[in-house]
């Protein structure tokens, strides 16, 4: 009898857990389909860190620079942060071509001396925006032609200070198929999150906020440092009150690269987790469902038990098949969807290295070395 209830509770908690981001989800899809009468054109800036991004940044930027959205309300910022590489000399060339393309270049002695890493090269470009829109994106991404206009509508609404939207992954091997399906995953939780009122993260590279909210906040110098930026800039926009959506579309989303090697996808993996600890109780909830299932999981093998492990595993292939399949859908992606089932056996089994990866609190990124201090 003990061991089936633990069975039973495993399958109650997750299918509980899944029920509530669907339900999530679906809130948040909804809100996508309000429409604004009005005419009114938003000022945008784009603003682009960048360190040794030569084999990126020209796509980056022409990508960019190719959004259907009229040229004289939008501009680029481009921040070079200390790249010893050619990107300097290539985004001197583009901006003999591109007139609203700006360059700022950070260098040792101007750095921010109160920001560290990304964070420092953002504020330096939003300190110089003149738009009412701050959006972001990485040098290693390319944006979809309508990204700009899908992206900047919602903030029409005066009261939404931050918009997420998704990132994708061009694949072209096994592992870079579950990393794409992966990321997809990542953000349909992140989206169901905000359905449900609970900021749970967000992707840097596909990330707005409206200047005003920004300034209000004091910028990055005045939130908390975070290995995820992005998530620490979305907690302080929610916990002032403001408004957040969750684009999951093709026109609002973006594409970047994927991990080429496991030790790289480790190491990211790393930098996220502890970003992710930030979560608090939030991050928590994720922990006890996950431990409840694997704890079914492992259960059902001790008392060779194949139905109850089956039924277990058949219930977390289920909930999250059709989580990601509803965002693949709405991201025109489908034909990642024969590969979700797959790609979950890859998400159950980094669950396991997690915990051993917490057990390292420094990480390196861009040649940065950056620690998370214990709270």
């Not at 009114?40 to 980056?60: F, G, Q, T």
């Not at 071509?97 to 964070?119: A, E, M």
């Not at 972001?136 to 005066?158: G, H, Q, R, Y």
């Not at 200070?161 to 870079?176: C, H, R, Y």
């Amino acid at each position: 009898m003990f061991p089936e209830i633990l069975y039973i509770q495993a399958i109650i908690i997750y299918s509980f857990r899944s029920i509530i981001f669907f339900i999530g989800l679906i809130t948040e899809y909804k809100k996508r389909i309000i429409k604004t009468k009005s005419d009114k054109i938003l000022s945008v800036s784009i603003v682009v860190p960048a360190r040794n991004e030569e084999d990126n940044i020209e796509s980056c930027i022409e990508s960019i620079m190719s959004n259907n959205y009229p040229k004289d309300n939008f501009e680029v910022i481009v921040v070079n942060d200390r790249s010893t590489d050619k990107t300097g000399e290539i985004l001197v060339n583009l901006q003999s071509i591109y007139s609203n393309l700006i360059v700022l270049k950070i260098t040792d002695n101007t750095k921010h001396k109160n920001l560290r890493g990304k964070p420092g090269a953002l504020q330096v470009g939003i300190e110089s925006a003149k738009g009412e829109i701050i959006m972001m994106t990485d040098a290693d991404c390319i944006v979809n032609e309508n990204w700009i206009e899908s992206v900047s509508k919602p903030f029409l609404d005066e009261n939404v200070g931050l918009t997420a939207a998704v990132t994708n992954i061009k694949p072209s091997n096994g592992f870079e198929i579950a990393q794409a399906v992966y990321w997809v995953y990542m953000h349909t939780m992140a989206c169901a999150g905000i359905g449900i009122n609970q900021p749970l993260g967000c992707f840097g590279n596909n990330l707005s906020v409206r200047k005003s909210d920004f300034v209000q906040l004091g910028g990055f110098e005045n939130i908390k440092f975070s290995m995820t930026e992005d998530l620490a800039l979305q907690q302080a926009v929610f916990n002032n009150n403001r408004k957040i959506r969750y684009l999951i579309s093709d026109d609002s989303s973006v594409e970047t690269l994927p991990c080429k090697t496991f030790k790289e996808y480790l190491k990211q993996q790393h930098r996220w987790a502890l970003g992710g600890l930030d979560l608090g109780w939030r991050a928590a909830i994720f922990v006890i469902s996950s431990i409840a299932l694997w704890i079914g999981l492992i259960t059902s093998l001790i008392f060779c038990e194949l139905a109850w492990f089956f039924a277990i595993l058949f219930t977390r292939f289920v909930f999250d098949f059709i989580l990601i399949f509803s965002s693949l859908k709405r991201l025109n992606k489908l034909k990642l969807s024969i590969w979700i089932i797959p790609s979950a056996v890859v998400f159950i089994l980094m669950e396991l290295f997690v915990p051993f990866l917490l057990l390292d609190r420094e990480t390196v990124w861009k040649g940065q070395v950056f620690k998370k201090e214990k709270t």
